[in-house]
C-alpha cells in the first residue's frame, strides 16, 4: 500500500471506515474462495475413493470368476456349463484352456 494512501486513510475517518470494509471484503471473499477449494479438494478425494472401491470390487469379481473358471476346468467340467455358471463367454472360458 502506498504512503499517501495511508496518509489519507489516517487523516480522514471515513476513509479509514471504507477502506477498512473494503479489506475486510477482500479478506472474506479470499477466505471463500480457499474455503471453496479446500472442500471441492476434499470431495473430488471422496468421489476418487468411491471409484476406486467400486473399480476395486468390479476386478475382483472377475478375477473370482476366472479362478473359479480354471478350477472347473481342471476338474474336467464342459466349457459351455462354466461359461453359463460364470456368465463369461464361452470363448473366454476356452481362452484359459491353454
Do not use: C, W
Request: glycine share 10%; proline share 1%; net charge negative.
Amino acid at each position: 500500500m502506498g504512503a499517501e494512501v495511508l496518509e489519507t486513510i489516517s487523516k480522514d475517518r471515513t476513509e479509514f471506515s471504507r477502506y477498512f470494509h473494503y479489506l475486510k471484503a477482500e479478506i472474506d471473499r479470499e477466505s471463500q474462495r480457499i474455503y471453496a477449494h479446500r472442500k471441492g479438494k476434499e470431495e473430488g478425494k471422496e468421489e476418487g475413493k468411491e471409484e476406486g472401491i467400486k473399480e476395486g470390487i468390479k476386478e475382483g469379481i472377475e478375477q473370482g470368476k476366472s479362478e473359479m473358471a480354471r478350477n472347473l476346468l481342471a476338474n474336467g467340467i464342459s466349457p459351455d456349463i462354466i461359461a453359463k455358471s460364470a456368465g463369461l463367454s464361452v470363448e473366454q472360458v476356452r481362452s484359459m484352456m491353454n
